[in-house]
């Protein structure tokens, strides 16, 4: 098993930037992922780093994210900018090992106009 907690959350105005942390509980060299939820809508993915480093993003946050590792750390990032108020969301990470789900238990970004 495997924990993994977020943090870096907050409130930004339009246009400015925000790094998520997340920190697993113990070395992982599976793929990690970022997820967000805004309310009433669909859980969807953000953006995808492998372990030797390649990426993958949604086409909403292409351009404006980027998603890296420390695996020193156990640790993925998000970094976003130029954030818009459609951005607004709960931001969760995710691993997948041995065939089950991992979901930390998410952090708030919320974007103002």
């Known amino acids: 098993q495997v924990q993994l907690a977020e943090s870096g959350g907050g409130l930004v105005q339009a246009g400015g930037s925000l790094r998520l942390s997340c920190a697993a509980s113990?070395?992982?060299?599976?793929?990690m992922s970022w997820y967000r939820q805004a309310p009433g809508k669909q859980r969807e993915l953000v953006a995808t780093i492998t372990n030797r480093g390649n990426t993958n993003y949604a086409d909403s946050v292409k351009g404006r994210c980027t998603i890296s590792r420390d695996n020193a750390k156990n640790t993925v990032y998000l970094q976003m900018n130029s954030l818009k108020p459609e951005d607004t969301a709960v931001y969760y990470c995710?691993?997948?090992?041995?065939?089950?789900?991992?979901w930390g238990q998410g952090t708030q970004v919320t974007v103002s106009s």
């Open positions: 113990r070395s992982i060299f599976n793929a």
């Open positions: 995710n691993t997948v090992l041995w065939g089950n789900n991992y």
